[in-house]
């Protein structure tokens, strides 16, 4: 990689309403860094992986 090149920083946010289906965000985020891993310029790109999760029926106040 060139000393020149920037690293750039995948973020991914996701929010999962009570009304909807369950996501399956483990397997979302695993196959983007799969097709990163594939990627020609894999090298300037970091994909961050940042979990907020609360248990379902929990109250938010």
Do not use: Y
């Not at 695993?30 to 992986?49: M, T, V």
């Amino acid at each position: 990689m060139n000393n020149n090149t920037r690293i750039k920083t995948i973020l991914i946010l996701a929010a999962n309403p009570t009304s909807t289906s369950r996501l399956r965000l483990d397997e979302e985020v695993r196959e983007i860094d799969e097709g990163l891993r594939r990627a020609n310029k894999r090298e300037e790109f970091k994909l961050e992986q940042k979990w907020a999760v609360r248990r379902r029926g929990a109250a938010c106040r």
